[in-house]
């Protein structure tokens, strides 16, 4: 690659605090999943024929139907660990699930639902002396908080541009020196030969300079976030009084605000006030009847409180004034929709 790529790769191993050639570009965040998983898992069994793989029902799809593809067409084992009712998982189920044939674990960084933050530093302690692989999906995480590697303590960790203000289409899977891994395409030997085809150098540019800017405004990134989502909760709790806080209320991304709004559903709730907000809910509509999400099925919410979910997120450009309006929006559309219900 040209050398002022170098240079960005540099930056974008700055950022997580590791070396360049540990830095594979990917075409997404789904990419490096799956790179991860699979190529991690097999290059377990090859190498001493482990056989299991350990993840979290609240895994994105890139890992979670990677690892359930893997059990159902490869002939792995797989344990999908609990969470607890904010989402988060007990390091002490992932020392219990481990086994001699554990290849590999996956454990996502935040949530991408709910925002809640995993005890990464405290998983990677067990797998490390246990002699297993941990991957972590940091997709939600950069530009939001710290993605250190060393701190985590992980030896593969996906990212996805698009989540921190670089173009979709460009991901990075990090590979920590001497990590087995096998390469899940075939091809010429780019990206250390686990990523072959020729790069596309203006994407490359583009992540690397995103992650630059990242790392250099994190603090104030923080800071802004949180105020913003914050203030969208306490009028939120205003005007809507049993609304509740879904995810872990301080180990969680500072963007996200995952709530239930009483009485309503979410889904109803966003399409009455789709001219003022764009949010997604926390559940997926299939054939006419509310099907709750996995992520908030692993998290046990009672039906009236899952089919209430509404996710809120907010981003750097976001304003006060942006978010008293919205607060505002999905106030008086709670309002008219529990006066119809009446
Ligand atoms: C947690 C998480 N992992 C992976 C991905 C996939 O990233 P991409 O859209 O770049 O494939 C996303 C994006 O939605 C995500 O939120």
């Given at each position: 690659m040209p050398c002022f790529v170098t240079i960005l790769v540099r930056t974008v191993a700055d950022v997580l605090n590791c070396a360049p050639d540990e830095i594979i570009f990917t075409g997404c965040g789904s990419e490096s999943d799956n790179l991860a998983v699979r190529g991690g898992a097999l290059a377990a069994r090859e190498q001493r024929g482990a056989n299991h793989i350990v993840t979290t029902p609240i895994e994105h799809p890139a890992v979670l139907a990677t690892a359930r593809h893997l059990r159902d067409h490869f002939g792995f084992e797989l344990t999908e660990l609990p969470v607890d009712h904010e989402g988060r998982v007990n390091p002490d189920d992932v020392a219990r699930a481990l086994?001699?044939?554990?290849?590999l674990v996956s454990v996502m960084?935040?949530?991408?639902?709910?925002g809640t933050i995993q005890p990464i530093t405290e998983i990677a302690a067990i797998t490390r002396q246990a002699g297993v692989l941990l991957h972590t999906d940091a997709a939600q995480s950069t530009g939001k908080i710290a993605v250190d590697v060393n701190e985590l303590g992980v030896d593969l960790l996906t990212l996805a541009g698009h989540k921190f203000y670089a173009t979709k289409g460009v991901g990075v899977l990090y590979v920590r020196r001497g990590t087995p891994i096998a390469g899940v395409l075939a091809g010429a030997g780019q990206e250390h030969g686990l990523r072959p085809g020729t790069e596309c150098v203006p994407l490359v540019v583009g992540l690397g300079v995103a992650a630059q800017l990242a790392g250099e405004r994190l603090s104030q990134a923080q800071a802004h976030l949180l105020r913003m989502r914050d203030r969208l909760h306490a009028l939120l709790q205003q005007n809507i009084p049993d609304i509740r806080l879904n995810g872990h209320p301080s180990e969680r991304l500072p963007n996200t605000l995952h709530v239930s709004f009483p009485s309503v559903s979410g889904e109803e709730l966003l399409r009455s006030a789709a001219a003022d907000v764009a949010a997604s809910v926390g559940s997926a509509c299939h054939a006419g009847s509310h099907a709750v999400s996995g992520v908030l099925a692993a998290l046990g919410l009672e039906p009236p409180v899952a089919a209430g979910a509404v996710r809120l997120s907010v981003g750097l450009p976001t304003t006060e004034d942006e978010i008293e309006h919205a607060a505002a929006a999905l106030a008086a559309a709670w309002v008219r929709h529990t006066r119809k219900g009446r």
């Open positions: 086994r001699p044939d554990t290849a960084y935040a949530n991408n639902e709910i």
